[in-house]
């Protein structure tokens, strides 16, 4: 079986003003929503506590509501989680004194506000995350010093093994493929946690798989085709690997459909974002990186 | 190709032995009783995520520890001046790190200093503003030896007291200058460990100022030398409520001369209550106490709560005291396992805190585990369909791939999170990535015409550099991911570390040993591709 049963001669590079205005609508519409609403930072970022907590039947939101706003604890956020039995309780940061020490408490005394809620089983605590301003503010210097890193690194790498104009589109594609990612979450206000972006990075490692391996044939490609012009290179590379890049996205995806429907709500987030980014980068690696080689190639020559 | 040196299908099969031997307990899901003893018994360890627990991040208030010291440093300055007949207008501590004293006229202020001076050689001592008087203060090396030596102490007694507590498998590390790391893997009651962990358990005895009035102390007129603290009562209806207590601020006696601290019940009402015996020193200094307060009462406060106020009835020789308040057996068990390992020298404050409860760690590895067999199943039919023959190779690559990771994991005891397991998933779908840019070549050099043999030949090696390349990269983002994550983050990395280098090695030595295996007797005349 095949599914690409002869050899293609599509022709990407002429898509590449499509591709790079499509590219650039959806990066503008991540960088409005993100300047507009900005991200749903969860508490690992925000500072705060996230309470999850099982009923024995389907959780009465409204009374929950209610039982907690007497608790006094300022902006609190209550949904389902999953289940209808499952609810996910977020409190903001406390401010004041004492707020740390309160802080680490509120678990407890949201369980015991809502324990009469539950009839006699009580409520089941099933998770706790507090995480402290100081803390919350370090992870995401953090979290970004991690993307920042990983970017400088893979450039020197891509530089070193390639051409320096092959890292700049190889640096390019990844932003290109974490500000689109990045914006789906502002965009739907998902929660941004340090799950995420453990993701994100993951999406990275992911989609320079995809970059190099398209370098490494237009590299192979401008030995063989020396005195082609760059643009029928480059196409014909992107041919040539596509087969590959198809099936490796399939099985890919194959698995993080699994782990989207199988995996469970703790990881629906983490196995989404993956999902997202496999796509994005697949698409990146031939109508993004690809073509920046040429933009690249013009200006050097 | 044609000629295949032994070592090679000996490697494979060695490695896939290795790592049959070290997964096979993980592979079984755990070890009993009547498992052979040469077989190895771990397990992977899985992550709080996995298997529920506590993971506390804690800040040591190491200023309070400095400030404590400070605290002691006026009673020994009081205590030297009072035993050299020195003449003051008192002492008091200033600021976290230092102590002043105002001087009489009568008083030689070069005397003072010479005294002070002899008696703390490692003290800076200084004159304050228009020779009002004198301040001695902590060197910032001492501070800083103070302050690491509270994170050290800290840390041995949570340990102590997670020890008595009993959990299996406690971390218990310092973490940057002021910070404590603490996981706790498998416990059933995280917010009991929490607030045995949390309680600084310093505890004093105090006399009760029995000559001053309560009511101008309650409206803001302290007098000098005392201090209001509450403790819980219980009215006649049975609720509780707030009672002050006005108390010399001195400590007569504290923790530190604990021996013991057992959990026994009064004789009276079969209430729970926690009896502490004082070693010799603390012995001698209570009953010297007791003697001295004959009918006056005396506070027990832990942690700036009374507990009770007895009143002393006659001096208590044998060195024990019974501390009462409305306890439950349990909480009486744990005030005793932290007055045995005694108080932390600072408070610390709690920055990050995350609890998995044990049924929801048992549903995410059933979950994971799920999508795992699932989404491999999927790969792996996929594989079958689309490469036929090659797509088996491909399969049997993968599955090793899949017990090498396990093993690695379980041999390097690294622990496995649930982005681990996604991560696992992951490498799944990357793992045969590897293999289809192999098989894509080999394609591609049939369609040219090459022979089977040297379409496999150029397929392996013209994809070997893409590999690594590709994979390298992916590495990369694997460490950086590592440098800067903690707990689940790190699990991943390193799950993705291994499987990578694991692919590489299945993906191209592996199924090139294996194919040249099924090739040794038969040269294939058309690849099942």
Do not use: C
Request: charged share 20%; glycine share 8%; no cysteine.
């Amino acid at each position: 079986m095949e599914l690409i049963t002869k050899k293609t001669h599509i022709d990407f590079i002429r898509w590449r003003k499509l591709a790079f205005s499509f590219s650039i609508g959806l990066i503008l519409l991540s960088l409005i929503s993100l300047g507009v609403q900005g991200l749903n930072y969860g508490i690992d970022f925000s500072g705060g506590t996230l309470v999850q907590l099982r009923f024995p039947g389907p959780a009465p939101v409204g009374e929950i509501r209610k039982a907690l706003s007497d608790l006094d604890l300022g902006d609190v956020v209550i949904q389902e989680f999953g289940r209808p039995e499952e609810i996910l309780v977020r409190v903001e940061r406390q401010e004041g004194q004492e707020a740390s020490s309160n802080q680490a408490q509120l678990a407890q005394r949201i369980v015991a506000s809502l324990n009469g809620l539950a009839g006699e089983e009580g409520v089941e605590l099933r998770r706790v995350e507090f995480v402290g301003p100081q803390v919350g503010e370090e992870l995401t210097t953090k979290g970004i010093m991690a993307v920042l890193y990983s970017m400088i690194v893979i450039l020197a790498y891509v530089a070193w093994r390639f051409e320096l104009r092959f890292a700049y589109g190889a640096v390019l594609a990844l932003i290109h493929d974490l500000a689109i990612t990045v914006g789906f979450f502002s965009l739907l206000q998902k929660e941004f946690t340090l799950v995420v972006v453990a993701a994100l990075l993951t999406v990275i490692g992911y989609s320079l798989n995809d970059t190099i391996v398209v370098y490494d044939r237009i590299r192979e490609e401008m030995k063989r085709l020396k005195k082609e012009p760059m643009t029928l290179i480059i196409n014909e590379a992107v041919n040539r690997v596509l087969a590959r890049t198809l099936v490796t996205s399939l099985t890919t995806i194959l698995v993080l459909v699994a782990l989207i429907l199988f995996g469970g709500e703790v990881i629906h987030d983490f196995a989404l974002t993956l999902f997202l980014g496999v796509l994005v980068g697949t698409y990146s690696s031939i109508f993004v990186a690809s073509p920046m080689v040429l933009l690249m190639d013009r200006k050097g020559r | 190709m044609r000629q295949l040196p032994l070592w090679k299908p000996l490697l494979i099969l060695g490695i896939a032995l290795t790592s049959l031997f070290y997964a096979l307990p993980s592979l079984l899901g755990g070890v009993d009783e009547e498992w052979p003893s040469w077989l190895p018994n771990q397990v992977i360890l899985r992550g709080l995520d996995l298997q529920g627990g506590l993971y506390l991040l804690l800040h040591v208030e190491t200023d309070k520890a400095v400030e404590q010291t400070a605290e002691n440093l006026v009673d020994e300055v009081l205590g030297v001046l009072r035993e050299k007949r020195l003449r003051h207008l008192g002492v008091k501590r200033a600021g976290i790190s230092a102590v002043e004293m105002r001087l009489s006229k009568g008083s030689d202020p070069e005397e003072v200093r010479k005294v002070l001076r002899d008696e703390f050689p490692d003290l800076l001592l200084e004159d304050m503003a228009e020779g009002a008087g004198i301040r001695l203060a902590i060197t910032p090396d001492k501070q800083k030896e103070i302050k690491g030596f509270a994170v050290e102490q800290s840390i041995q007694t949570i340990r102590s007291r997670i020890d008595q507590f009993g959990v299996s498998e406690p971390t218990i590390q310092k973490q940057g200058q002021e910070r404590i790391l603490i996981q706790l893997p498998g416990l059933q009651d995280p917010a009991r460990a929490k607030a045995l962990i949390g309680r600084t358990a310093r505890l004093e005895f105090k006399m009760v100022d029995e000559k001053g009035d309560l009511a101008t102390a309650l409206d803001g007129r302290v007098p000098p030398g005392d201090v209001v603290l509450y403790g819980d009562q219980q009215a006649r209806d049975g609720s509780t409520y707030q009672q002050p207590y006005l108390l010399k601020k001195r400590t007569v006696l504290t923790g530190a001369y604990l021996s013991d601290a057992r959990v026994n019940f009064s004789a009276q009402y079969n209430e729970p209550q926690v009896l502490v015996s004082f070693n010799r020193q603390g012995a001698r200094k209570f009953a010297q106490i007791t003697a001295n307060h004959v009918n006056e009462r005396m506070a027990i406060v832990l942690d700036g709560r009374v507990y009770s106020a007895p009143v002393i009835q006659e001096r208590i020789d044998g060195g024990r005291a019974s501390i009462t308040g409305r306890f439950t057996t349990d909480d009486a068990h744990d005030l005793a396992i932290v007055l045995r390992a005694g108080a932390l020298p600072a408070p610390v404050k709690i920055l990050e805190e995350r609890t998995v409860g044990p049924t929801l760690g048992r549903d995410s590895v059933e979950q994971g585990l799920a999508s795992i067999l699932i989404g491999g199943a999927l790969v792996l039919v996929f594989m079958a369909l689309y490469y036929r023959g090659f797509g088996l190779l491909a399969n049997i690559a993968v599955l090793l791939n899949i017990l090498i990771l396990m093993a690695a994991l379980t041999f390097l005891q690294a622990t496995l999170t649930l982005p681990g397991i996604a991560g696992a998933v992951l490498l799944l779908g990357m793992a045969v990535d590897a293999n289809v840019l192999i098989f894509e070549r080999i394609r591609e050099e049939l369609h040219l015409g090459k022979t089977p043999l040297a379409a496999i030949d150029h397929g392996y090696s013209k994809a070997f550099s893409t590999i690594m390349d590709a994979n390298i990269t992916t590495l990369i983002t694997a460490v950086v991911l590592y440098q800067f994550g903690t707990g689940p983050v790190r699990g991943f990395a390193v799950t993705l570390s291994i499987g990578l280098v694991a692919s590489m090695f299945t993906a191209i030595f592996v199924t090139r040993v294996v194919l040249a295996l099924a090739m040794r007797n038969r040269p294939f005349a058309k690849l099942s591709i």
